[in-house]
Nanobody, 115 residues
């Protein structure tokens, strides 16, 4: 089992640069994929950024160049640095970790971009 806890969301002004954190615990050694997804009101959940199981780093076109996914293996934490935020980035952001057996999700953290 893997437990994921996100933090770092909140109300942010347009152009802001918050950083989301995802702290993992449990059977972390089995994880071969890390990702951030988001879900805006009345929209489907979408992939934002990921470290894929084949070693690639991928980003959604809408965040490419503005968001950066990173990880600190010593802290068992994955981060999402978000820069130049726009109102359309408003969503609940979810951390996702995958093993060959299944995927795990955090509870989500709300990010609201508004002046």
């Amino acid at each position: 089992q893997v437990q994921l806890v996100e933090s770092g969301g909140g109300l942010v002004q347009p152009g802001g640069s918050p950083r989301l954190s995802c702290a993992a615990s449990g059977s972390i050694f089995s994880i071969n994929l890390w990702a951030w997804h988001r879900q805006a009101p009345e929209k489907q959940r979408e992939l934002v950024a990921a470290f894929t199981s084949d070693g690639r780093t991928v980003y959604a076109d809408s965040v490419e160049g503005r968001f950066t996914i990173s990880r600190d293996n010593a802290k068992n934490t994955v981060y999402l640095q978000m820069n130049s935020l726009k109102p359309e980035d408003t969503a609940v952001y979810y951390c996702n970790a995958g093993t060959i057996q299944r995927g795990y999700w955090g509870q989500g953290t709300q990010v609201t971009v508004s002046s």
